[in-house]
Each structure stands twice: as structure tokens, then as C-alpha cells.
């Protein structure tokens, strides 16, 4: 009953701001991720609102929900067939201070509650970042922080940065971890993208009777990909994105986040496409 009551709060939260919003967009988006004997196919919508307070401060509100199936070739893991179904909802908080006219603070906070089937407080779980960004000059800025993020599967601390470079009106560069892309936009409609990004999440699992002592599933992945984006109407979006996953791992852990099985997936490639309407 908490859970419902936080993310009823949360959603409450996001529309009520609407009416005071600079920006607002809803976006869904359907991706899937074959290996030999596994297939991934994940669902994510989300509702953004960004506010602007003042004239130095950003306030955003997300709600975010995803459903991950995983299909198993027959007979290849008969005793796991039944962690098929994984559900994730996420609210993320999130405030950009303008400090001063080149040096900007983000901060954000984001409950997530991950689980399988059977809801509970214990799937609750809080994940965060805090970066400094300074712009240099009008074509380059440098943002560098810390994450409590799931990049790599399980909640942990990571450092953030982001070095980006406009080469020129068309084309951007970004040098970062976990993330980096090479942009190009030859109209207001076209944006290309290339990327390279560590991504992962974790789901808690309801009790089990192989392995005993699993308590969590674990996915993370290295991705690189090409994403093509068209503006097909005023404030319609609609993308495409292929790609390759490198250094794929699918685990189960136990409550020490010590690995007790490895479904050794092997690496794949990833399709997805997605929608969005921004106001």
C-alpha cells in the first residue's frame, strides 16, 4: 500500500505542475534485444514536465514505467522459464541552478521500485546524480559528477563527466562516460545520432525454489548504436534505433549481490523504435 500511495503521489505531482509548465512531452518507446537462445523485448513510456521556476532555477518531474519480457528458446532453461516478466516504475526529481552565467548545478533524485510479479516496500530503491557543468565557450562545456545509478546492473556509485564540442552548426560531439554520441542535424527536422553507452537495471525477485539464494536479476550491457530521429509533425517525434551489445550480462545475484547463476547470453543486436509528443 506505500508503494501505491508513492506513486500515486508522483504521478499527482507531474500533472498538477502542468499547468505552470515551459515544457511538456510524453514519449513511448518499444525495443528489442535477441541473443542465441534469450530474447529481451522491453516497453518504457514516460511523461516529462519541465517547469521554469525563475530566472535561474529548472525544476522537472518524469514518471516512468517499463515492462521487460525475456523469452527463453524451449528447453534451454526449462527450471528458469518462469522470470519472464520483469516491471520497473521510476519518478525522478530533478533541478537545474544556474550559479552563474557559464556554471551550472543539476541535481536529481529518483525512487525506483524494480520488481517481478509481487510488489513490496523492499523493491524500493533510491538512485541520484549531481554534476557540475561550465561552459568554456559558446562551442564547449564540461560536466563532471557522481551517480548512484544501475549502469552495471546493481545500484552503485559511479563518477559521471561529459565533455561536448560543437564543430560546427550541425554537428556536436560528446566524450563521457557512461555516455557518448556524435550528433548531426542537417534540418530542424533530421537529428542523427551515433552512440556508445553502459546500460544495465536490476529486478528483485519474488521467492523461487532454483537457485535458492537468488534475490535479484542483474542486466547490463555495453551499446553501441545508430539513432535516427524525424520530426514528422509540430510536436510529433518519431526515432529508429539499431545496435550492437557488447559484454552482455544476464545474472542472477543473492542478497549480497554475490553472482549465483550466469546465463551466459552472449552478445546481440538491438532494434527499437519509438514515439513522443512534446509541448
Request: proline content about 3%; glycine content about 6%; aromatic content about 14%.
Amino acid at each position: 500500500m506505500k508503494i501505491r500511495f508513492l506513486t500515486g503521489v508522483a504521478f499527482l505531482i507531474s500533472f498538477f505542475n502542468m499547468k505552470a509548465q515551459e515544457q511538456f512531452s510524453v514519449n513511448m518507446n518499444l525495443k528489442t534485444e535477441p541473443t542465441s537462445e534469450i530474447d529481451f523485448n522491453e516497453t518504457n513510456i514516460g511523461v516529462t514536465v519541465n517547469t521554469k521556476m525563475n530566472a535561474k532555477n529548472i525544476l522537472s518531474n518524469t514518471v516512468e514505467y517499463s515492462n521487460l519480457k525475456v523469452n527463453y528458446e524451449t528447453g534451454s532453461f526449462t527450471k528458469f522459464e518462469d522470470l519472464n516478466k520483469f516491471t520497473q516504475l521510476k519518478y525522478t526529481i530533478a533541478i537545474g541552478h544556474e550559479i552563474s552565467n557559464n556554471t551550472k548545478l543539476n541535481l536529481s533524485i529518483t525512487p525506483i521500485v524494480s520488481f517481478q510479479s509481487k510488489i513490496d516496500f523492499s523493491d524500493a530503491a533510491f538512485l541520484g546524480k549531481f554534476e557540475i557543468n561550465r561552459q568554456f565557450s559558446p562551442s564547449a562545456s564540461l560536466s563532471i559528477g557522481a551517480a548512484r545509478s544501475t549502469i552495471f546492473g546493481e545500484p552503485k556509485f559511479t563518477p559521471v563527466f561529459a565533455l561536448k564540442y560543437k564543430m560546427n552548426t550541425n554537428t556536436e560531439l560528446q566524450i563521457g562516460f557512461p555516455d557518448s554520441k556524435l550528433s548531426y542535424s542537417n534540418n530542424s527536422r533530421n537529428n542523427f545520432n551515433l552512440s556508445n553507452s553502459f546500460n544495465g537495471n536490476y529486478y528483485n525477485l519474488d521467492p523461487i525454489a532454483y537457485p535458492e539464494t537468488a534475490e535479484k536479476m542483474i542486466l547490463s550491457q555495453m551499446t553501441s548504436a545508430f539513432e535516427y530521429e524525424r520530426n514528422v509533425d509540430k510536436n510529433w517525434f518519431i526515432n529508429f534505433k539499431a545496435g550492437y551489445d557488447f559484454n552482455k550480462k544476464y545474472n542472477l545475484t543473492d542478497q549480497d549481490n554475490h553472482k549465483v547463476y550466469d546465463f551466459n547470453t552472449g552478445d546481440g543486436y538491438l532494434l527499437g523504435i519509438g514515439i513522443k509528443y512534446k509541448l
